[in-house]
């Protein structure tokens, strides 16, 4: 059985079958992407009705991703979960830990043969989100399950998901500061040109190894964020680190001096390195002056203080040039269609300052560029769906 809601063909959309699942279920779970207040809110009462039935859990995918929810849907599903596990225990809004896109909707899957209602238990699997266009307003492609074997398949995998990779909504620390307290690229005014007293002592390239790097590196939003106690920290979507290989980091000009105060040590670390340095982010016209660092084993990353301003340059400037939407991962084929898939690093020593015979890197600056080479190839449209939140 296909949903698709196509306006020109009267009973094709999900919504109507999903109302009537909801209303039959006592074991419910929407598990999507992406979801909107306006959806949340209208089946919010139905939705407390079915989890005072038996249980009902609505799990979300995308948003650890993001970096940040939106704070008022964040708000509505705080309220929702409250009233879910007031209904019932195990009922409740949780959040994946990992970025999850897919869209299943289960009924009374996993009740003996013969529970439930026949004409509404089961699964649908398809792109639907929950929200006004997943529903019904957008073209979709959404199909009930047939095979018993595919429903309980369908339903270990979103218990597997939502109990192994996902915490609890009131668990998800909102991580975008006020905006007062930020300290962001796009608040910095940058210079038109370097100081005259830098002096280039070389270059250098460093590769950008986003294809064994789906969950760090530049992808760094998509991997696990930072868990406390009960916490779970997202990362934001600006945060970014470059992690540079053995050959950048043999390179007599990478920056490698042992000049800051050591990070915290965790298990996976054997070492606790920390090289700060002056520099300065490039898009070929314009100079934002920042601090920039090396660190971890062998000082094998490179980020920024804070931590965010490296994203905002890199992946702002993939932005900019319509290749890169909030959510989607960095791949090695963007890369190559903005033209460049390294960063040139070029070190500097200021001659206004003092001569550091330490090799501190007191007296280097070093200048990043990320700077799009003329007459790359344009970019077309490339059908990343817009969700509502």
Aim: net charge positive; aromatic share 8%; hydrophobic share 30%.
């Amino acid at each position: 059985m296909l949903r698709t809601n196509e306006t020109s063909k009267p009973g094709v959309a999900f919504e109507p079958e999903f109302a009537a699942c909801l209303a039959a279920s006592s074991s419910t779970d929407i598990c999507v992407g992406y979801c909107s207040r306006d959806t949340v809110r209208k089946y919010r009462a139905k939705m407390i009705k079915a989890a005072g039935r038996g249980r009902l859990r609505l799990i979300i995918g995308m948003y650890s991703s993001q970096g940040n929810f939106p704070p008022k849907l964040y708000r509505v599903l705080v309220d929702l979960h409250q009233a879910l596990a007031k209904a019932s225990p195990g009922s409740g809004v949780f959040v994946t830990t990992c970025d999850y896109h897919g869209k299943i909707y289960l009924f009374d899957a996993l009740l003996p043969e013969g529970g439930g209602h026949p004409e509404t238990a089961g699964a649908w699997l398809g792109s639907s989100n929950f929200s006004p266009a997943g529903l019904c307003g957008r073209r979709e492609a959404i199909v009930r399950l047939a095979d018993p074997s595919d429903v309980r398949e369908a339903a270990a995998y979103v218990e597997y998901l939502c109990s192994m990779k996902a915490v609890p909504v009131t668990g998800v620390t909102l991580t975008k500061p006020p905006a007062s307290a930020r300290e962001t690229l796009f608040r910095m005014k940058p210079e038109k040109s370097l100081p005259a007293s830098l002096v280039p002592d070389g270059s250098m390239e460093i590769e950008l190894n986003v294809a064994r790097q789906a969950e760090s590196g530049l992808n760094l939003c998509k991997g696990a964020g930072r868990k406390t106690k009960l916490k779970y920290t997202p990362r934001d979507w600006y945060e970014v680190e470059i992690s540079c290989d053995i050959k950048a980091r043999r390179n007599p000009l990478y920056p490698k001096t042992d000049n800051a105060p050591h990070q915290k040590r965790n298990a996976f670390q054997k070492t606790s390195n920390h090289c700060e340095f002056d520099a300065y982010l490039t898009d070929g016209t314009h100079y934002w002056k920042c601090r920039l660092s090396t660190y971890s084993d062998g000082y094998k990353a490179m980020g920024s203080k804070p931590r965010t301003l490296l994203g905002e340059f890199m992946k702002g400037m993939l932005e900019q040039s319509g290749l890169l939407k909030r959510g989607e991962t960095i791949t090695q084929e963007m890369l190559e269609d903005y033209g460049r898939t390294t960063v040139t690093l070029t070190r500097y020593t200021d001659t206004a300052r003092t001569p550091d015979p330490e090799g501190k890197l007191r007296d280097k600056v070093f200048v990043l560029s990320f700077e799009r080479p003329a007459g790359a190839g344009s970019w077309q449209d490339n059908g990343q769906e817009a969700d509502e939140e």
